[in-house]
């Protein structure tokens, strides 16, 4: 298997800093504490870029805190599915963010 750069983007107005945490250890092994922080671009942009291995389908949940209790939620504070992805070479993964807990 190949690795390839995937780039995550989120859009949120709902906090100051973001973390992405997920399935595989480049994503922290869902282990909150190892939640990997976006760069703040500004306006409510964040942004990472990472390298994963091709094929394998990766879950993953945006926080706004390295804690589960800041994770992402729905527009009426319902809970969300884990985002899945399969990392291909130029994938670029935007998500909207309405509100954390």
Do not use: C
């Amino acid at each position: 298997m190949s690795n390839v750069s995937v780039k995550f983007v989120v859009n949120t107005n709902s906090s100051n800093k973001v973390f992405i945490v997920g399935s595989i250890p480049q994503l922290g092994s869902w282990n909150p504490a190892k939640a990997i922080e976006l760069k703040n671009e500004g306006n409510g942009v964040f942004s990472l870029s990472k390298m994963m291995a091709t094929g394998q389908m990766v879950e993953f949940k945006i926080l706004a805190d390295k804690t589960w209790d800041k994770v992402e939620k729905g527009v009426y504070s319902e809970e969300v599915q884990n985002h899945i992805i399969t990392p291909e070479k130029g994938l670029v993964v935007e998500i909207n963010i309405s509100r954390f807990n």
